[in-house]
């Protein structure tokens, strides 16, 4: 009786010695490498750093845990995530994502300042066509325009006759 306390409580330590707390498999070193390793679960599309039912997703936690086991045993992330490959296949391995991607929002601002550009551009290109066209009222007509001299030259005499 004695005897089978005591291996039942040496196995409960070595289960408590050799068990990981969650906070050991969500450390900073367990994240950054499973930021790069796809969950399986089915459910999702996200890293094993997912928040599936709260960590507790029935693929993320197990490769966490094993994660942390090979991080135990010394190995680096490289080896890691490609023992992870070989076990699932490419398909597990995500990259790290575009780094350049900041550049988008200028690049739309710059095209967007070009496309500004050449509208103001067509526009006074087009008000410069037009401006030949219109006379003003101190200036000559327009050549071959008969009916805009003779309506000129009545304004001009129904003006004096007015002022005088």
């Known amino acids: 009786m004695k005897l089978k306390r005591s291996i ?10 050799f068990g990981q707390t969650e906070s050991q498999i969500t450390s900073p070193d367990v994240e950054r490498v499973g930021k790069h390793i796809q969950c399986q679960c089915g459910s999702c599309k996200e890293n094993l750093n997912c928040n599936m039912s709260a960590h507790q997703c029935h693929f993320c936690k197990p490769a966490r845990t ?3 086991k090979q991080q135990q045993q010394g190995k680096s992330d490289s080896d890691i995530i490609t023992s992870f490959v070989k076990q699932y296949g490419q398909g597990i391995f995500l990259s790290d994502p575009n780094s350049s991607f900041w550049l988008v929002p200028y ?5 967007g300042g070009v496309l500004v550009w050449f509208v103001l551009r067509r526009m006074r290109a087009h008000a410069q066509a037009a401006k030949p066209a219109l006379a003003t009222a101190g200036g000559s007509p327009p050549p071959g325009d008969d009916e805009f001299t003779r309506y000129r030259d009545m304004v001009e ?5 007015h002022l005088n």
């Open 8 to 17: 039942l409580l040496a196995a409960a330590i070595t289960g408590l010695a």
């Open 66 to 68: 094993e994660i942390f």
């Open 107 to 111: 690049f739309s601002l710059a095209a």
């Open 157 to 161: 005499r129904e003006t004096e006759k």
